[in-house]
């Protein structure tokens, strides 16, 4: 008899072909059906609201705010030295000054202080931080153009290029937003203005410049195109990175299917050694349209790795560095759609990822996510995810994972969001290994006037 690991672990392929396989009939389907239109999905990253009215164009909003998380075992091992656990409470203030369709001013700052932290066996104390989270200008120079300066959101809306939600970069923005086309150039960074106010850090030595373009068809599908060049000069490193790559997403079969493949390519140089490398992401969204509004997932996304680390040239791919890897199904929660437990970058590693999730009313949301994870090449690294363990090259099995996500949010009361992940990892990491499980809880009240 099989455990409810060992089934996870083995129909994780068998579920991702039965959602592909349902949503295939779905546009014939469609058509011989008339399908009430669906709720537009609620902008998970809207910026804080700013209720209370200081004059005829100030503005300003305040926000409670309570964070915790906890990460067992991220050293795939049962000792405590692999846990962490924090909690955060802290008060949101957003300032905006607007003059309607010409400029906005706009800045939010979280003041806010990790009361304890566990890392590893050692609890620790933090000082009290103000996080500066957006701070812009941006200026409408005619109907469908923007320009902005600051720290701020960018338009990718999976964030997969640019970071978006939690992490916003430093930026320069043009764009035009026309009745089919849109175009944005962008300049950005991680971290040119002072994360915490109190105690500025060095700033980063990055530069990112990008172009993207999309066209919307006659019906509502949208593809395009876009180049990312990436200068960085660390001490006693160099980095030259040109992105390029094209996508399209859309809503198709009378509203019953949203889709999305992102493809990319990357060239340059890391010191001495050459990089070619590739990735893409593909993924469908199959919703009923019925009051519950279920939706089914299923995706791949694919990171190419390197088959002869010795010849000289790095075909192990990099994501952009700015980016976050955060999208919502469907639901009112964005959450990391390559697992919130394991949370990798796409490098060197192929994802399948099934997915169901339902809306029991417009302000709530529940996603349970299933991920198998597979090394395009046998290698002893991976980068940038939760653990202190690293794969030993051995294998190509990194493991599967289950999240859990559900959220609440009324942005003139109360939100509630839940993030839980459980990652079961597989021969890559050799014998002795434990699963490791992160929980996170965000509760927060938007206060009115």
Same mark, same amino acid.
Do not use: C
């Given at each position: 008899?099989?455990?409810?690991?060992?089934?996870?672990?083995?129909?994780?392929?068998?579920?991702?072909?039965?959602?592909?396989?349902?949503?295939?009939?779905?546009?014939?389907?469609?058509?011989?059906?008339?399908?009430?239109?669906?709720?537009?999905?609620?902008?998970?990253?809207?910026?804080?609201?700013?209720?209370?009215?200081?004059?005829?164009?100030?503005?300003?909003?305040?926000?409670?705010?309570?964070?915790?998380?906890?990460?067992?075992?991220?050293?795939?091992?049962?000792?405590?030295?692999?846990?962490?656990?924090?909690?955060?409470?802290?008060?949101?203030?957003?300032? %905006?000054?607007?003059?309607?369709?010409? $400029?906005? $001013?706009?800045?939010?700052?979280?003041?806010?202080?990790?009361?304890?932290?566990?890392?590893?066996?050692?609890?620790?104390?933090?000082?009290?931080?103000? @996080?500066?989270?957006?701070?812009?200008?941006?200026?409408?120079?005619?109907?469908?153009?923007?320009?902005?300066?600051?720290?701020?959101?960018?338009?990718?809306?999976?964030?997969?290029?640019?970071?978006?939600? @939690?992490?916003?970069?430093?930026?320069?923005?043009?764009?035009?937003?026309?009745?089919?086309?849109?175009?944005?150039?962008?300049?950005?960074?991680?971290?040119?203005?002072?994360?915490?106010?109190?105690?500025?850090?060095?700033?980063?030595?990055?530069?990112?410049?990008?172009?993207?373009?999309?066209?919307?068809?006659?019906?509502?599908?949208?593809?395009?195109?876009?180049?990312?060049?990436?200068?960085?000069?660390?001490?006693?490193?160099?980095?030259?990175?040109?992105?390029?790559?094209?996508?399209?997403?859309?809503?198709?079969?009378?509203?019953?299917?949203?889709?999305?493949?992102?493809?990319?390519?990357?060239?340059?140089?890391?010191?001495?050694? %050459?990089?070619?490398?590739?990735?893409?992401?593909?993924?469908?969204?199959?919703?009923?349209?019925?009051?519950?509004?279920?939706?089914?997932?299923?995706?791949?996304?694919?990171?190419?790795?390197?088959?002869?680390?010795?010849?000289?040239?790095?075909?192990? #791919?990099?994501?952009?560095?700015?980016?976050?890897?955060?999208?919502?199904?469907?639901?009112?929660?964005? #959450?990391?759609?390559?697992?919130?437990?394991?949370?990798?970058?796409?490098?060197?590693?192929?994802?399948?990822?099934?997915?169901?999730?339902?809306?029991? @009313?417009?302000?709530?949301?529940?996603?349970?996510?299933?991920?198998?994870?597979?090394?395009?090449?046998?290698?002893?690294?991976?980068?940038?995810?939760?653990?202190?363990?690293?794969?030993?090259?051995?294998?190509?099995?990194?493991?599967?994972?289950? @999240? %859990?996500?559900?959220?609440?949010?009324?942005?003139?009361?109360?939100?509630?969001?839940?993030?839980?992940?459980?990652?079961?990892?597989?021969?890559? #990491?050799?014998?002795?290994?434990?699963?490791?499980?992160?929980?996170?809880?965000?509760?927060?009240?938007?206060?009115?006037?």
């Amino acid at each position: 008899m099989y455990t409810f690991r060992s089934l996870i672990q083995r129909r994780t392929a068998w579920v991702l072909a039965l959602v592909l396989a349902a949503i295939a009939p779905a546009e014939a389907i469609a058509q011989a059906t008339a399908a009430t239109p669906p709720t537009p999905v609620r902008d998970a990253d809207a910026p804080p609201p700013t209720p209370f009215v200081l004059s005829e164009r100030w503005a300003m909003g305040l926000t409670a705010q309570l964070d915790a998380r906890a990460l067992k075992d991220a050293d795939l091992s049962s000792s405590v030295a692999g846990d962490v656990a924090n909690i955060r409470p802290q008060m949101q203030f957003a300032f %905006l000054y607007e003059v309607p369709n010409t $400029f906005r $001013f706009f800045s939010a700052t979280k003041i806010n202080r990790d009361l304890t932290i566990r890392d590893g066996t050692a609890p620790e104390h933090r000082e009290l931080l103000a @996080d500066l989270d957006e701070l812009y200008v941006r200026w409408v120079p005619f109907e469908g153009g923007v320009v902005s300066a600051g720290r701020s959101r960018m338009n990718d809306p999976r964030n997969w290029l640019f970071a978006s939600s @939690d992490d916003k970069n430093d930026n320069i923005q043009l764009q035009y937003r026309g009745a089919r086309d849109f175009v944005q150039l962008v300049a950005a960074s991680r971290d040119l203005l002072p994360s915490n106010l109190f105690e500025p850090e060095d700033l980063h030595r990055s530069l990112n410049t990008a172009a993207t373009y999309e066209h919307t068809f006659d019906n509502g599908m949208r593809a395009g195109g876009y180049v990312l060049l990436q200068d960085r000069r660390d001490e006693g490193d160099s980095l030259d990175r040109t992105y390029f790559g094209a996508r399209s997403r859309g809503t198709v079969a009378a509203g019953h299917i949203d889709y999305w493949t992102d493809t990319i390519v990357l060239r340059g140089t890391s010191g001495a050694t %050459l990089m070619r490398s590739y990735a893409f992401d593909l993924g469908v969204i199959y919703k009923f349209l019925d009051p519950l509004q279920f939706h089914l997932v299923g995706s791949y996304a694919f990171g190419s790795g390197d088959r002869d680390p010795n010849d000289g040239v790095d075909r192990r #791919f990099r994501q952009t560095g700015i980016q976050e890897n955060r999208f919502q199904y469907g639901g009112v929660s964005r #959450f990391k759609y390559y697992g919130e437990s394991l949370n990798p970058e796409l490098s060197n590693v192929g994802i399948a990822t099934a997915a169901v999730g339902f809306k029991p @009313d417009t302000l709530s949301s529940i996603d349970l996510v299933v991920h198998h994870y597979e090394l395009a090449q046998a290698a002893n690294g991976l980068i940038a995810s939760r653990l202190d363990r690293q794969p030993t090259g051995l294998s190509r099995n990194v493991g599967n994972a289950v @999240d %859990l996500v559900a959220g609440y949010r009324d942005r003139t009361a109360v939100e509630f969001e839940f993030f839980g992940g459980w990652f079961m990892p597989g021969p890559a #990491f050799g014998p002795n290994r434990t699963d490791s499980v992160y929980a996170m809880v965000k509760m927060k009240y938007n206060l009115r006037p």
